[in-house]
């Protein structure tokens, strides 16, 4: 079986995993794409003063950036096992890596 590829974020405009992007902490909005972030008006001079006030970032997500879930490429949910956070793929009572019974 071929492994998956995890996405650790999920754009808040086009509902897609992601593993970069922009960040606006304050209203946990995430957006995966220029496209994406820039939205309703949103400019890119907007953008900059957003992040120089520290109100909004770029930034890339990786294992280790764990929440309590991940994501497919197309945004679905992925349960993470609650001991070492690997991705669960299956049905398994029990995590594919640690054997933990989740």
Not at 25 to 52: H, K, L, R
Request: net charge negative.
């Amino acid at each position: 079986m071929a492994e998956q590829e995890v996405y650790y974020r999920k754009c808040s405009t086009c509902g897609k995993g992601m593993n970069e992007g922009y960040v606006a902490p304050m209203d946990s909005q995430y957006a995966c794409s220029d496209p994406c972030w820039f939205v309703n008006g949103y400019t890119p001079e907007q953008y900059a003063i957003d992040y120089e006030e520290g109100d909004a970032y770029h930034t890339a997500w990786g294992e280790g950036d764990e929440l309590d879930f991940a994501y497919t490429k197309e945004g679905e949910t992925i349960d993470l096992c609650f001991k070492c956070f690997a991705p669960q793929f299956t049905d398994s009572p029990f995590c594919d890596q640690c054997l933990t019974h989740l």
